[in-house]
């Protein structure tokens, strides 16, 4: 009865062990290290423009890449072709020379891979304190930049 409660005992401890390095850890980041993340402080402030600054397409990948500046901060929606576009960047714009308040964000788009020749509509929406900021430009792909 002691031998078998050992090795009952045994097998528990050796699989805990076992899940328990199977079990990813993570660290919290240091906000100290590396770059420094823009913070804002205060109320946001109201959107005054929204402007599609960069649009350019890219032969190798077959996508279009986009960089809509955004005097402002609020909430935005960005489609290509009624497919809704995620932001893989962004960037803070500063008042200032302290560059302590973010007063608007420049923020990079990539389209979804383009396989046909066609036109295909971008349109961005953001909206502050009830108005509407909207862009909308119809891209055209041909068969040449999809070679």
Known sequence: M??????????????AMLLG???TSFAAENPDAGE?????????KPITNVSLEQKKWNGAEKRYYFM???DGIGPGTVTFDNTKLVEYDREPLYKGFDRTEVVGW???YKSPRVY???TYRFAASFVSQGKVWS???DLHVTEDMLQ
Request: proline share 3%.
């Open 68 to 70: 809509i500046r955004e």
């Open 106 to 108: 420049e923020i990079y």
């Open 36 to 44: 420094s993340q823009a913070i804002l402080r205060g109320p946001a």
């Open 21 to 23: 390095m199977s079990v």
């Open 135 to 137: 862009l909308k430009e």
């Open 116 to 118: 046909s020749a066609g």
């Open 2 to 15: 002691k031998n078998s409660m050992k090795r009952v005992l045994s097998i528990l401890l050796a699989a």
